[in-house]
């Protein structure tokens, strides 16, 4: 998994699926590599075929981290399933879903 600085944006990807022990690690990588400019926080599913309660919940905490910096979390490249999950849970409302880049 890496992460890389976009100006205002903390962009993290290269991980599996985000469930289990790898929802943790990420949530803690964004954590320590976040900078006082990140106001926005992109997570690439790009290679995330499902996303688990232990993934939202990452991304719920992460969520909390930056919209105290008036940002929000973005996601980006999320499977027709994934997008599912996020509209069955109502946390559509709560995520930005951005195109790839």
Known sequence: MRT????DTLLVNEFGNFSG???GMVRDLVRATLKP???YVEVDLKNSRF???E?????ISLHKTVVQRDGAVRIRNASPMVRDLFQLTHLDTLFEFVPAA
């Open 21 to 23: 022990p790898c929802a």
């Open 51 to 53: 996303v688990d309660s």
């Open 37 to 39: 400019d990140h106001k």
């Open 4 to 7: 890389h600085s976009l100006g």
């Open 55 to 59: 993934g939202l919940s990452a991304l």
